[in-house]
Structure formats: C-alpha cells, structure tokens
C-alpha cells in the first residue's frame, strides 16, 4: 500500500536570517515557507496563525516552552500594528520576555539586525 504524500510539521533546525518576506510566506537558508513563522532558539517553526486572528496565550506556547533562552520577542502582527492583548504581554513577562508588537515587515528587519548582534532574540511573525 502506498503511503502517499508525509506531511510534517515545518522546522529549520538552526536560526538563520530571512532573507525575504511578502505573497504569504517568507524566505530563509535557500528555503521558502508559506504561511507565519516562529523564529526561534531551537530553529525557524512553522506558525499556525493568520492576519487578523486572535492573538493567545495557547498561541505563544511555543515561545513560552524556549523562555530561558529569549530575552526580546518581536511579534510581527501583519501588514498592521496591533497591541499584544494584555494576558499574552503578562505571560511573556512573567517568563523574563520582553515583547515588542510592530509591523511584520519592520519586525523581520529588527529580528535580522539583533541575530546578526547575537542577541537573544526571537520572533513570531504572521505572514503577509
């Protein structure tokens, strides 16, 4: 019996810089992914979140598990800036993570420059 096709979850071992970002997807390492992407300590993460969705504490749970390595989150929220809802800023703070909402074109050039810096840096940004 044929398996077909396996999908798995989309992860990048390593952090890498991205290169590119726009028509849904970003690009990195000579990949491309589609679809919001969390850069993390333990690797560039396929994000389940699309502009305009809400933003959760169930949502950041994947940033919150790597806490002890990240000082700086930047959340790109989309083409727009929208606030970090108040549960998910104390969350984020109650693990020694400072959280900065900006524009997810402005938070890939911010996540770029501090990764180059080697700072504990990561980021959670919904794909435009």
């Not at 970003?26 to 992914?33: I, V």
């Not at 993570?97 to 050039?109: E, F, L, W």
Request: proline share 5%; with cysteine.
């Amino acid at each position: 019996m044929a398996k077909g096709i396996e999908i798995r979850e989309a992860h990048f071992p390593g952090r890498a810089p991205l290169d590119a970002y726009g028509n849904g997807g970003f690009r990195f390492a000579d990949m491309s992914h589609r679809g919001s992407l969390l850069c993390l300590p333990s690797g560039i993460h396929g994000w389940d979140i699309e502009e305009g969705q809400a933003l959760t504490v169930a949502t950041f749970m994947k940033v919150l598990e790597e806490a002890q390595q990240i000082e700086v989150l930047l959340v790109g929220t989309g083409l727009n800036l929208r606030p970090i809802p108040a549960d998910v800023r104390a969350a984020l703070k109650a693990r020694g993570i400072a959280s900065d909402p900006m524009g997810t074109g402005a938070a890939v050039r911010t996540y770029n420059i501090m990764l180059a810096e080697s700072r504990a840096v990561a980021a959670a940004l919904i794909a435009v």
